[in-house]
């Protein structure tokens, strides 16, 4: 399986994650069950009241004591969560049961001391991955469904129930004990870390906003020493504007990490900053927001001292194969836009980028290299060094670097806007909206817009360049790529919620904006080397792509496994029993 296949696997099951139903639907649904089991093993006889007693009492028990229990420990607990728990056992519960019923009212004891066994087992589960991994913590709050089905089932079936009952709880708990250890080794032995807390982690983080998941990036993290390249402009009594490109990736989602890099960046500068994406994949996420600041630091250092200039090139676009690539100079620093749209436009690999940026050292003293990430067709995947779209970006690149020397350097003129959205994470825009920056270099006007969010949907980069190229000579439309508008699917690009042509009246704005500001800029380039980044490590997420979907193709078979060996143990100690 490939990488990005491994990838897209796990992030599909993010499909199974939903919010738990208000627990008085879920008591409701439980009286429902209760009642309806009271009907049926009436019509066939079998023990009066099965139903209320034996799943509806218990189940309303542990919806009561869960909550409590689990934030006991430390630990959030939701009542509706609680009552949803409560209910999907006692369903489980019941269709086991149910079975005993058709098969033979006489192995009816035994099915529901295995029902109760499965209960155990299933809340112990789900407790361990949605509140706290560790066992002893969750083993009472897990048993109290079952541990009173079996108190009720005592009124209900032969006096040896009680022993049978509770000799299925220590079978059904050790076995679901194997499982989870089973599930939680592979992660454990690869990277220290234990499965369920780091889903505990993400669940808190998805719920209440918890940073807790940092600290596991932090454990298999790795520092590296990065270039951001920079272009300050600065106008007389008007706002300056930096240009930065960091070389690391805003992600992995949400606020965690470096997911909301444009707007950590913003915070250090009073400029507007403008922080398009790099060359990198989601192997240089940052761990922790905090490492924001290492860059932020970096750029700073690197505006003292600079020699300005009045002047700039024209705006150059050069192409091969798929790759256009869009060039302007400034002094002595090479800005390079690129773009596959309308082909798929995602992450280039951090040496690709460092290998162009390399080349046009030989002619530039700053190479600023932009992957635009403007154009999401199919599945997300990454630009591998060697390969054949990897050698379009590379060459289209040494053309750039070859022929943009030798353009005439003609007066710059400069106008920026910085438009807020009405829209949400959700509908695919982050916190800083959208961003303009309008170049004058001579006679041409050239625009760089900027939207904050993670790449765009098919056509919609054409659409913006298209109106803009109305009033302007050359334009391209770019994406920070920040992952603040994903918590789960890296699937929420511009364009997907919003159409285009509710995005074009906030671009017109922007564009009127950027052409009433336009005045007289300098312009200077700098390239510092950011030290000590801790991202989350060459190969890290493919090891945990490998190791989760490992886990994902033998689980099924474990479970089946330990079932099976459980369900026989049982009936070997019914026989003994009884």
Known sequence: MSVMGSEARIERLGRYLFNAPSWPISIIILLAIGFILDAVSLKLGS???LGTLAFTIPALFACLVTKPAVELMGRPMTWNRSALLAVACTVFGVIITLLAMIISPLLLPLFYAISMGCILGLRLLVLMAIADYRLGRMILPAASQSLAGIALGTRLFPDNFLLLGLLLQVFFGLGFVILIWAIDRPLYRTFHIRGLDFLNSFLAHLTDGSRALEDYFRTIGEEVTVPQVSIFFRRHEKKGLILTVPNVHPGPMGEIGGGNLPTGMQAG???????PHGAATHDFNLVSEKEIEKLAHAVASSEAGLSYTTHATPSVRYRVGSVSILCQVFDTTLLMVSTRSPERTEDLDFNIGMTIMAEGHRAFKNVAFIDAHNCQAGDITYVLPATKLAMEYYHAGLKAIDEMPHQARVPLEMGIAHVQVPFTREQGFGDRGIQLALVKAG???TAYLLIDGNNMALGVRETIREYLLRSVDEAEVMTTDSHVVNTVTGK????????????IPLVEKAYREASDDLAQAEAAGS??????V????????????STVNTILLF???LSAGM???VFLLSILAYIIIA
Do not use: Y
């Open 492 to 503: 929420n690009p511009v364009g997907m919620h919003i159409p285009a042509s509710d995005i």
């Open 527 to 532: 390239t510092v080397w950011a030290e000590g």
């Open 269 to 275: 500068f009073p400029q507007m900053v403008m922080v």
């Open 47 to 49: 023990a009066l009241w």
């Open 563 to 565: 079932l099976l060996l």
């Open 534 to 545: 801790v991202i989350f490590g060459s190969h890290r997420i493919t090891q945990m792509a």
């Open 443 to 445: 006679t041409q006007t």
């Open 555 to 557: 689980m099924p078979v």
